[in-house]
C-alpha cells in the first residue's frame, strides 16, 4: 500500500535525514529508497542512472554561492524530486535545491569538493533517478608580484575537487587578451599553481582562472587585481615594423651581454615594452649565454664567464647551468664544481688517460628528449714546440659533457681528441671556441658550431652511447662542396647562434647561423677584423642558409642575406626561422649595438627591428609567448 503523496514526503524526509545517521530504513509499503550513488562527497564522483529520468548537465563546476539550474525528465512522466548528497533539498554545508532544480551552491567551500545531485521519479525512487556531479570550487588565492619575488610574475593558485587542468587569462582590463598555458592537476585533483608572467611594470592586471576538469565541467572563476612592481633596469629596445608588413606573433627574448650593469635576460613584446626579466646574484664575469625554453614551461640557461677570459678567486662566480620557472626560481642546477666532483669518481678519461676537469661551462646548453643536459666546458692541454710556438704552449680548446637527470656525467668528447692541433685559422692558442650545440632529431648525433676553426661538424653521439667520431666538417677547408656561393668567401667565418631550418635534421636539410666574417677568405687572401672599428668593405656579417645533402656531402647557399658593413658583428648573433616562414635575426655586436631583425621568407626585406643602442645582444629569440605552445 502506498501512502499519499504529501504524507509521502514527509515520510521520505524524515527517512532521508535517518539515512544520513547511518540508519538503515525499509519501508516495504512505502518504498522510498535513497540512491547510493548519490553519495560523494568527495572524491572523483561519477554520475549515475537508472530507468526513464534523465538529467543535465551531468558535470558542473560552481563557484561558491552560484546559481545553476539543473533539468530533469522522466519519459513516463510524474513529479520529480531533488536531493543534494542524499539529502531532500539539500543543507547549508552542501548547497540546496528547490523543486525546480534550481541549485545553489554553499556560501562557503574551504577546498574542492564534490557533490551529487540526484533528481528521482518520485513514484519510483530506487529504480528511477539520475545523479549529477557538481565539483565546488574553492575561492582562488593570487600571489601579486610583491609576493612571488619577481615584478612582473603573480601566483594564481587554486584547488581542484577533479583532475583538470588551470590556465589564466589576463590584462589590462577585463577583457584580458593574454592567457598562460593549462597546468594540470594531479590525478585526483588537487591544488595547481600557475605562474602568470608576460606584464609590463607598475601596472594594474586583471586576472582570472579558466579550469576545464577532465569530466568536461568548465568553471570561469572571478576577477582578481594585482600590481606588477618596477623590473630592474635593461638595455632599451626601439621597435620598429615595416609599413605594411605584419611580423611573426610573439615575444622577444634577449640575452644581452654588454653593458654590465643591466639585467641580462629579459623579454619584450613587439613594441619593445619589457614584460619578464630575470635577475640573479653573480660575479661581474659571470654573464647568461643562451636561454632555451623547455616543454614544462621553465628556461634553460647557462651562467659562467667568457672562456676566453682567465677568472681568479673571483667572488662570487656562479659557473652553472640552471634551469628556473617563469618566477625564476632555481628547478635545477648543476655546478663547476659538482660536475668535477662527479667527473673524479667516474671512469671517464681523455685520449691519454686523464681525469676530465674542467674550469667553466660556456657558450651553450642543450636539453635532450631524455631529460639529460648537454653542454659545452672549456678544455685545456700544454704543448712543447708547436710549429711557430716556441717552448710551452698552453692550448684551450673544448669538451663537450652529457648528464642525466641527476647530473651524473655519462659521456664526453674533447676537441684535443679529435682534431687536428696544427689547424688554427684564428686566435690559437684559443684553438676552438666552440660556441654552439645543436641534437638531431633523426639520428641522434650532434652538431658544434666551433667558432676558431670556421667549421661545424658532425659527432656520432647516438645518446650518449656513439663513438665520438667527427662525422664530417662543414666549413672552408672542410669536407662540403659550396653550391651557389663563391669560395672561399662565402663560406661562414668566426660564426655564432647554429640552427636547423627543416624540420629534418639529417640527409637533406638545412642550417642557419650568424656568419660573423671575422677572419673571412677572399682570394688569395684572409682578412683580421676588429671590434668596433671603422666600417671595411672586407668586414661585414651576413646570415647564410645552407642545404646540407649529406649523400653527396654538398652544401647550396639556400639563401644569404648580406647588409651593409655597419652591421658588421664582432661576436655572438644568431639566426633562427620562424613559424611564418621569416627568418629571425641577430646582429648582436655592431658599432651602433645590438639589432635583432625578422626578415621575409627571401631574406629580402626587413619586416620588423628592434635596436638596443646602449647594449650587445649575445643571442635573441623570438618565442610564441612565455609558454610552450601558447601564441599570442
Not at 584580458?176 to 593549462?182: C, D, I, P
Not at 632555451?292 to 678567486?313: A, E, H, K
Request: aromatic letters at 10%.
Amino acid at each position: 500500500m502506498r501512502s499519499s503523496p504529501r504524507g509521502g514526503m514527509r515520510v521520505r524526509r524524515f527517512l532521508v535525514m535517518l539515512a544520513l545517521l547511518a540508519v538503515a530504513v525499509a519501508l516495504g509499503g512505502c518504498g522510498y529508497w535513497i540512491n547510493p550513488h548519490a553519495q560523494a562527497p568527495s572524491g572523483p564522483g561519477t554520475p549515475s542512472q537508472s530507468g526513464s529520468v534523465t538529467i543535465s548537465p551531468t558535470y558542473v563546476a560552481l563557484a561558491p554561492g552560484q546559481k545553476f539550474q539543473f533539468t530533469a525528465s522522466s519519459s513516463s512522466g510524474g513529479a520529480i524530486e531533488w536531493l543534494v548528497n542524499a539529502a531532500a533539498g539539500g543543507k547549508r554545508e552542501t548547497g540546496k535545491i528547490d523543486g525546480a532544480g534550481n541549485y545553489v551552491a554553499p556560501s562557503v567551500v574551504a577546498q574542492g569538493t564534490n557533490i551529487s545531485v540526484t533528481a528521482a521519479l518520485a513514484s519510483d525512487p530506487e529504480r528511477d533517478y539520475a545523479t549529477a556531479v557538481v565539483a565546488l570550487m574553492p575561492a582562488a588565492q593570487v600571489s601579486c608580484p610583491d609576493v612571488t619575488g619577481s615584478p612582473l610574475v603573480a601566483a594564481y593558485s587554486i584547488k581542484l575537487p577533479l583532475p583538470g587542468k588551470v590556465a589564466v587569462e589576463f590584462g589590462k582590463t577585463t577583457d584580458y587578451g593574454r592567457n598562460t598555458w593549462q597546468v594540470a592537476s594531479g590525478a585526483n585533483g588537487g591544488p595547481v599553481r600557475v605562474l602568470v608572467a608576460g606584464m609590463m611594470a607598475k601596472t594594474v592586471y586583471h586576472m582570472r582562472a579558466r579550469v576545464v576538469l577532465n569530466n568536461g565541467a568548465t568553471h570561469t572563476d572571478a576577477d582578481h587585481t594585482c600590481t606588477t612592481g618596477a623590473a630592474g633596469p635593461t638595455t632599451a629596445v626601439k621597435a620598429t615594423t615595416a609599413n605594411g608588413a605584419t611580423p611573426q606573433p610573439g615575444i622577444e627574448m634577449w640575452n644581452t651581454a654588454i653593458p654590465s650593469n643591466v639585467l641580462q635576460a629579459f623579454a619584450t613584446d613587439l613594441d619593445g615594452n619589457v614584460i619578464w626579466t630575470y635577475q640573479y646574484q653573480g660575479s661581474v664575469a659571470d654573464l647568461i649565454q643562451g636561454i632555451q625554453q623547455l616543454p614544462n614551461g621553465d628556461m634553460l640557461m647557462l651562467i659562467s664567464y667568457l672562456s676566453s677570459i682567465t677568472v681568479t678567486n673571483t667572488v662570487g662566480l656562479v659557473n652553472e647551468i640552471r634551469e628556473i620557472d617563469l618566477a625564476g626560481n632555481t628547478v635545477r642546477s648543476l655546478t663547476m664544481d659538482q660536475l668535477n666532483q662527479k667527473l673524479a669518481g667516474s671512469n671517464l678519461r681523455d685520449g691519454d688517460g686523464n681525469v676530465y676537469n674542467f674550469r667553466g661551462f660556456h657558450h651553450s646548453v642543450v636539453a635532450l628528449p631524455n631529460g639529460h643536459w648537454v653542454m659545452l666546458t672549456d678544455y685545456r692541454k700544454s704543448y712543447t714546440d708547436l710549429p711557430g710556438y716556441p717552448g710551452v704552449t698552453p692550448v684551450l680548446g673544448d669538451a663537450i659533457v652529457d648528464v642525466d637527470e641527476s647530473g651524473n656525467p655519462d659521456w664526453v668528447w674533447n676537441t684535443f681528441d679529435h682534431l687536428d692541433i696544427h689547424r688554427h685559422p684564428m686566435n690559437f692558442p684559443d684553438w676552438t671556441h666552440s660556441n654552439g650545440l645543436l641534437y638531431s632529431s633523426d639520428d641522434h648525433n650532434l652538431l658544434l658550431s666551433i667558432r676558431h676553426q670556421n667549421w661545424v661538424i658532425k659527432i656520432n653521439f647516438q645518446d650518449g652511447q656513439g663513438s665520438g667520431a667527427v662525422m664530417w666538417r662543414l666549413g672552408e677547408g672542410g669536407d662540403f662542396k659550396l653550391l651557389g656561393g663563391a669560395d672561399p668567401t662565402d663560406w661562414f667565418y668566426a660564426q655564432h647562434g647554429l640552427s636547423f631550418f627543416s624540420p629534418h635534421t639529417t640527409g637533406v636539410y638545412r642550417l642557419g647561423m650568424m656568419d660573423n666574417g671575422n677572419d673571412r677568405m677572399f682570394p688569395g687572401r684572409q682578412v683580421s677584423c676588429k671590434p668596433l672599428a671603422p666600417t671595411s668593405a672586407d668586414c661585414y656579417s651576413t646570415v647564410p642558409v645552407l642545404e646540407l645533402n649529406e649523400g653527396n656531402m654538398t652544401a647550396t647557399l639556400a639563401k644569404h642575406y648580406t647588409p651593409p658593413p655597419s652591421f658588421f658583428t664582432f661576436f655572438g648573433g644568431n639566426a633562427e626561422l620562424l613559424a611564418n616562414g621569416d627568418i629571425h635575426t641577430n646582429f648582436g655586436s655592431t658599432v651602433n649595438g645590438g639589432f635583432a631583425q625578422e626578415l621575409n621568407p627571401d631574406a629580402t626585406q626587413v619586416v620588423w627591428q628592434g635596436a638596443t643602442p646602449s647594449g650587445d645582444q649575445f643571442h635573441t629569440y623570438r618565442w610564441p609567448s612565455l609558454y610552450p605552445g601558447v601564441q599570442w
